[in-house]
């Protein structure tokens, strides 16, 4: 598992570089998102604009991706973020990378910019760059099938992007497959500012394992602990939709922009989903929870209509943020923004915005192109305004540089509405009530973003007893407190900081249950497989590296510190409408965050307005950064 | 007694769990291209059907070998492979109307399922059951009530008692 390659790849002159990974880098960084990270603050500039030819885009598998590892599928793709200017980065399922590594590479580092549209061919052990002039203008779905079809080969993995990449939209997102997409951050728009219209990969190399029979023990073990459960069998049924009634009867679902905490209308539950559009559900590579579901709905507006997910993120963007309570419309707006390859997250938060503002008279319809964006209207009016925003056209084209900067173009007081942290789009859920979920998405390397580090067992109400064990420390076991929950996000964020190196789904880890694997398994699933003997401190002490990488990252390239790390102003001064007891008349206070902060920046070693320590940089042997090891 | 990995594609979500362990468990290492079965899929529509040797008995690999390398043992009913005799002429893959039979280029023979001597590793990893190892005389009258479950259905159906 040691021995996959990097590839180096330049677009502006055509050249290409292989190099082997030393172990050395291995133990320092693993691979995934952590790897990706060190290849980022190595390779870019300083400075570089992330449209330009200086960004550098990066793609790259997990160290146990195609392992016998629950959920080993997982794709990283990381570059400067044109639309937050700070660390890119946005992770996937489906089968790229696995291919990617039986095609004999772990990453691909790209650079330049080609004149005309191109893509990469990787095959065992060989990259190719092609011609792409006849796939530029072809959806997320066409792409793939056009480019096996020239190959000559149905079984070639795809990551391309669509037309919101094509017309650099800054929250391009990149797919791969019918289902998957990393969203996040704009990597589909850096694709496009490339002229990158895909990376296509096949291979039929073997990945050799250290232990074979040991890990195939282990890999079974794991399996039991984790599908043999209940929420497992649950979330085989549901997948992550099974989250969607409980948010929404705590009263911690973002719905109307920020204007209730809880749907009035309870159109959108997963049950009604189950019953008239599922047709079972698939799974990732190697993950037997299978929690994808298919779906087709029948007849009307969409009748014949297609597709894989929705994912319970889908029901929050394309549902409850923007008040669409229409199960159709839900999946019709998911297939289109797949389609066109848009992320749904912050397409869902924008254009709630937008309808935030025409609802509150801010904007009206001379600037919506006409469009009435009432909230009983946006069943009608979100799949023309996604196709608008892909295609740069009206107010599509204010929408498509992102909410910060719309915010700027409109005026009239709309940034106060404009949800977002760093620039990245506000998560889905409403988390005034609940400290420990704020202060992870406020602090968040990528911005507003709750998968560097929410703690969904803090909703769970655990006994400090439990938590002990489960963090080797107690955590309050009232989800309205600050105390501890500083120290449970740290946690979950070197956490999680493992899982996107290994290449490991989330949904396979404490994410979902207490009872599911975390850095102990994963130390001894990296010793079978790879050879490595890395303790639990260790693995701890290489996350906390790769996080301060890019808390550095953000310092370097725009000079991030404490005062970008709050939440919007309306999250400390208007208490939530509704909810139960503990939810309702929420907001978050000031004072005890800032406490939160000081204990959180403590934790990682940085100072108190959020800068890494000389001393800290030191002892993670990040003050030669950049280093130029690979 | 002879026993039969079924396979059931209704049940298949194209995990490919059963590609990896079988690799390792044959071949130390993870590379489906050297797994004895394969999911094919048929990805706009999420379709994803396992293939393996189906230990056919009028097995044509078994009839146009040329060294007699493939053979049908007399108890299990299995179509063994015998690598020593195996020249490599992949006359048996060209046959196979399922493509269950590998070609390993670097040791230059082929290779196929040899159910793990009686306990298929695919099967234990295989969560959704979508493969099942079972006696072959009791295959038919498992296949019957698979068959007739679309029956009592119909019958809940017409008379109301099912509860949607």
Redesign the interface.
Known sequence: MLHRKIGYISLSSGQVKKASIPESVRRLYLGGRGLNMYLLFNHLEQGADPLGPGNVLLVGAGLLT???VPGGSRTDVAAKSPLTGLVGDTNMGG?FSPELR?AGFDHLVIKGVSEKPVYLWVRDGEIEMRDATHLWGKDT?ET??AIRAELGD??IKVLCIGAAGENLVKFANVRT??KNAGGRTGMGCVMGSKKLKAVAVRG??????KY?RE??EY??QM?RKI?DSKTASLFSVEGSLMQYNPTNTTGILRVKNLGLNRMDDLSLTPDTFLEKYSLG????????M?CRH?WQIKDGKYGGL?G?GPEYYTLMALGNVVYNTSWETVLAAQYLVDKIGLDLAEAGNIIGWAMDLYNRGIIDKSDTDDLDLDWENSSEVLLVLLEKIANREGFGAVLADGIRMAAERIGRGSDYYALHVKGLGMVGTDDRAVPSLALGVATSTRGADHLRSRPATDLFGLPEEFTEKLYGFPVSSDYNAYQTKAKLIHYMELLYELVDSLGVCKYQTIFISPTFPQFEEYSKLIYYLTGLGLSVDELKTIAERCYTLERLFNYREKGITRNDDYLPDRYYTEPTPSGVSKTRGKFLDRAKFDEMLDEYYALHGWDSNGVPKPETLVELRLDKEPSHMI | MEKVILIDPEKC?????CE??CS??K????????SRIQVV?V????L?IPVVCQQCYDAPCIAVCPVGALSRHGTTGMVNHDRDLCIGCKSCAAVCPFGAIGIDTSAEKVFKCDLCGGEP?CV??C??KALEFVEASTLSLRQKRKGISKYTELLQRDTGQSAA
């Open positions: 195609a392992g016998p089968f039986f779905l793939p099938e149905e079984d497959g019918a039929t190399l073997d990945i050799g394992v074979p890990a195939l890999y079974w399996q599908l559900s698939t799974a990732c590579f190697g993950c037997g299978h298919k297609r894989e | 979500t194209g995990c490919r769990i990896i362990v390792l468990t071949e130390g290492v993870i590379n489906p291209t050297r899929k990805d706009p529509v999420s994803s590793t234990k990893f969560e959704t």
